[in-house]
């Protein structure tokens, strides 16, 4: 115990609700990642957590808006002005079956009890409001100081009650700069069999945000090092030891995991990272001198992403646009490119994913020999692309100048063969822009007609 410095400003709302519940003689305390956060620098928040020795009955009564969240556990959510503040009666619990909640809960009035349940040390802190004596049993706001994540107590009982907290420990490492203290980091692979209950979405989660963490590439070692990864992504597995040679300093994942750390921390675009050369392993054929090759892997790469993204239920659009950014990863741009070559590329890769593939060519170039992301690497292809843009050019069937009505307008019926010939009709464009007006592309869909025997089919 003692008070906290440099001084926590508690916000007006929380100092109101703790006002009254003191009247009522209930406690009020600050926990978890606001106190954390305060001594890591980063600012107070208006994202808080509050815990108390008044039962969850007593909130509903005392408060006129509160929505019962998770009030078979003690949870309760109050609405104070523009705050939604989750407040949790101070409990211990009993039985983790599931892998996640407890079979039961008792409701204490210690504070001490209630922090000791927590995962972490640096989440297991508390600020009583209004006197503001801070509680810190575990010693977390020292454990923070040496940048370290060490459970509470036990750290093979602590996983044994939610499967995802090793996870959580990789993630936090992985966002804060922090390590893993050994005894906590030593009881991660023992509690596989827990993190196996695990739900797919909670894991997507917290992996999702490991990979949009500022040091990903260590954390996805340290997922590697426990066992974690082939529970998580065992699409990766086979990445391991599989050798590239030419300009690649290592092997296949650990170019991934360097791909993922020089790529911009966009979810999309990391999962893009993290498998764009996943399906190497299983198109890898030696050529002479054991020269390896990788003909089709973005391929491979795809399906593999597209299954595991599925598995942990990713949103559709995630997936359609990490599936898309790594099908159209293998382009060879050279100066020698033509401007129709370019604009096959924009039409091919889609004008809303250019930006999107260059960054991911940026990170795989680093990635290569481990160097520092160079955005000048793709300066001049970046400069082509904007130039043959700029010349008012049709890169998707819908900006040609003629589209299915008016085809139909003219006597071609409505089927696959429309689209069929809409499609030769951009071709046509992409090789030349100037063929773009009604009046050409009338002509020559009546000649496509009829050069492919499409009369009486259409």
């Known amino acids: 115990m003692g008070n906290i410095s440099p001084r926590y400003r508690v916000p007006k709302e929380i100092r109101t609700i703790a006002d009254v519940l003191r009247r009522k003689g209930r406690k009020t305390y600050i926990v978890g990642g606001a106190l954390r ?5 980063r600012g107070e928040t208006n994202d808080i957590d509050l815990a108390t020795d008044a039962t969850p009955t007593e909130i509903l009564e005392l408060f006129p808006r509160v929505i019962p969240t998770g ?3 003690g949870t309760v959510t109050i ?3 523009a705050l939604q503040v989750e407040m949790t009666t101070l409990r211990v619990e009993k039985g983790y079956s599931d892998g996640r909640r407890p079979d039961s809960i008792d409701f204490v009035k210690d504070i001490a009890e209630d922090l000791s349940r927590r995962d972490f040390t640096m989440n297991a802190m508390a600020l009583e409001v209004p006197s503001e004596e801070f509680f810190d049993p575990f010693s977390g706001r020292i454990d923070i100081g040496n940048k370290k994540i060490r459970s509470v107590g036990n750290a093979a009982a602590r996983f044994t009650e939610d499967g995802l907290r090793p996870l959580r420990a990789i993630r936090f490492a992985a966002q804060l700069g922090f390590d893993i203290d050994d005894d906590t980091l030593s009881a991660i692979p023992p509690s596989i069999p827990t993190f196996r209950k695990v739900s797919a979405e909670r894991i997507r989660d917290e992996f999702g945000k490991l990979l949009v963490s500022t040091r990903p590439a260590s954390g996805l070692a340290l997922l590697e090092a426990t066992g974690l990864l082939s529970e998580i992504l065992p699409e990766l597995v086979p ?12 092997d296949v994942l650990d170019h991934l995991f360097l791909a993922v750390q020089a790529s911009p ?3 999309g675009l990391r999962l893009a990272a993290l498998f764009h050369d996943a399906g190497k392993p299983a198109s890898m054929i030696l050529g002479e001198n054991d020269i390896p090759s990788f003909h089709g892997h973005e391929v491979i790469s795809e399906t593999l992403a597209l299954r595991a993204m599925r598995r942990l239920r990713f949103p559709n659009d995630t997936i359609a646009r990490v599936c898309h950014l790594i099908a159209q990863h293998m382009f060879h741009y050279g100066p020698e490119w033509t401007d129709a070559a370019v604009r096959r590329f924009i039409a091919r890769a889609g004008v809303d994913s250019i930006e ?7 990170a795989d170039t ?8 160079d955005p000048y690497s793709v300066e001049d292809f970046r400069n082509r ?3 043959v843009k700029s010349k008012d050019s049709a890169f998707r069937i819908k900006d040609l100048a003629i589209n299915g009505n008016d085809l139909a307008a003219i006597g071609f019926p409505r089927g696959p063969a429309m689209g069929r010939i809409l499609n030769e009709l951009l071709e046509t464009v992409l090789d030349d822009p100037d063929q773009n007006t009604i009046e050409k592309l009338s002509n020559i869909a009546t000649s496509l007609r009829d050069r492919l025997g499409l009369s009486n089919k259409i």
């Open 37 to 41: 956060d305060h001594f890591l620098g």
């Open 71 to 73: 009030i078979k556990h």
């Open 79 to 81: 609405l104070l002005r």
């Open 239 to 250: 990445a391991r030891g599989c050798l590239q040679k030419g300009l690649h300093a290592y």
């Open 265 to 267: 921390p966009d979810l």
């Open 356 to 362: 999107d593939l260059l960054y991911l060519r940026i």
């Open 366 to 373: 680093a990635a290569t020999a481990g160097t520092a992301p």
């Open 385 to 387: 692309i904007v130039s």
